[in-house]
């Protein structure tokens, strides 16, 4: 995968673009999570003993003869649980100091969990948590997912940060049980407390982007800033963390949601490909 990790660019046509996400989809090799659903299924789970009204097809030889009483076996349900995919777009995801910013990577993580997400028959939608209105319903169609990813590729470094607001938007919206993956800085300062929200009820996982200037690595002195989502003149300095992501991971992981910290000068691919094949071991209910 370390071909794709180099290959997010914005100067990447649409075709390039394209394999880039399918390569993720495929490297991620994101939908490992056990189902908890027993029944008709295409997976063994487990033997029980026989009742009344079990098929005589179901019968576990095996293990009737050695217990000495009729056993069944049960197998895993295939499942569909919808996924929201929640890409934050807001301005302080352009920050770049390596070569592929926070929002490239965000892009293209999205179009390959969503292309990983439906070849496990699951549909994906798409909510936009920055000021433009992107909305896409729960959808299985793969042409859907890789025309919103390219579309999307366009950033606006002026866009304000309204993950909060959104995700609390969204909540009422959502009639069963989902899978939320959020992309995103976590710099919106109502961000955790709509999460904690959100994992009432449904299955939520965060990936925190962090490029390596927000540790306060732009060398020694005192110098102005803006900030870019709200306009906001300061005054910092170089050797000053402005933004502490492990205090944000660690109130996450307090309310029993999934995070990993991705680090855009680092190659994290491997590492978010075992996130997401052990996630199920994180506090799962």
Known sequence: MRHAEHAVHDRLDERQFSLVVRRLADSLNYGSDASPFLGAGIEFVQSRPYV????????????????????????????????????????????????????????????????????????????????????????????????????????????????????????PMLDNRCLLIVLSDLHDPDAVDALKLAVQRHDVAVLQLQDPAEE??????????????????????GRRRWFDPDAVTRGLRTAGIDCILLRTDEPFVPRLRYFLAKRHLFGRR
């Open 52 to 171: 009344p009204g079990d098929s005589v097809k179901t019968i576990d030889w095996r293990v009737t003869a050695r217990t000495g009483r009729v056993h069944v076996k049960e197998y895993e349900a295939p499942k569909r649980v919808p996924v929201y995919i929640l890409i934050d777009t807001s301005g302080s995801m352009c920050i770049r100091s390596v070569p592929v910013s926070k929002y490239a990577w965000a892009v293209a993580l999205a179009g390959g969990l969503a292309l990983a997400a439906q070849q496990r028959l699951s549909p994906v939608g798409l909510l936009g948590c920055g000021e433009r209105d992107v909305h896409i319903l729960p959808t299985l169609a793969r042409t859907d997912i890789l025309r919103w990813a390219n579309h999307l590729r366009h950033a606006d470094v002026d866009e304000s940060t309204n993950l909060g607001a959104r995700l609390r938007e969204l909540l």
């Open 216 to 237: 306060g690595c732009v060398g020694g002195g005192i110098f102005r800033g803006r900030e870019a989502e709200t306009g906001r003149q300061f005054v910092a300095h």
